[in-house]
């Protein structure tokens, strides 16, 4: 018995070998530039984007790392009116494939890590099919990036769970969950604020989209100049995305000097009640009232 043991034991070891020989052999011998041309070519092809990767590593069993991406592409393959490129530039992004999912669901699930000069987005994006088209889940986790632009700044952070099929993310389903710390403001839609720089120490809401339709929930805001709560919010998902039609009723009490503002400018108010501020229109070019009197930005 002991020697059908022994037996037993090496030949599971010669097994195990043959097994590690045959994977390191796949691995030194798969063509992996090749296929990484082939997506290129493909992806090319199907959005007309060039996209260029500096470095390529990739890992056993199923691990790659790309650093240095850039990605140009036509400003209308995301839904924007304007003729040109659009350039975007990645430090790297790490993706490893799981093979139990694979091997017993038929769904490719994708761990991820992109990485930009703006911070990391860490999330999972997994592919079926059902009925002969190819549905996408897409869930990002505890998202960080470091905003720092002329007219707005701030440290962002969000989760997001997100449903669509094919290309068609606007007919989709997903919720928006984000936090922004020490926001600062100084525009908007492109447009000087007229009481100059507006900031936060904290703002957070979610939104939840389906079938083109997104609701704005929970939305809050802290600062020294006013609080803010949202009332009720709908934006109508168009494309190009500027064309979205967003209607949003907020209830903002003011403070310190916007309060002293707010009572010389609007007629009646007594510095103790919350203002009502309505953004009613397209993105592109909102309608702002304050209080029932339209408010102009100089659009």
Known sequence: MKI??????????????????????????????????????QLA?????????????????????????????????????????????????TAGLALIPLLLKQEAQIRFELESKLGNVPGTLTLLEKDEQLTFFLKTNEAKLKIEEAGLSGGLSFESESEWTDQDILKGTGKVSFSIENGRFKEFNGTALPIGEVTFSSITGQFFWTEGRAVIEAFSAQGDMADIESENGILLLRMPPENSLLTLSLSAMPKGALKEMAGLFIQGYNGRDALKLRVNGPVRAPKLSLNGKTVTLGF
């Open 45 to 93: 092809a199907k959005t007309e984007c060039v996209v260029t990767i500096k470095e390529s590593h990739y890992r056993f069993p199923a691990k790659a790392t790309w650093q240095g991406i850039q990605s140009i592409c036509p400003k209308r393959v995301f839904g924007l009116q304007e003729t040109g490129l659009l350039t975007l530039q990645f430090k790297s992004l």
């Open 4 to 41: 059908q043991k022994d037996k037993l034991m090496l030949l599971f070891f010669y097994l195990l070998f043959g097994l590690l020989s045959l994977a390191f052999f796949l691995v030194l011998t798969f063509p992996f530039d090749l296929m990484e041309k082939q997506v290129l070519r």
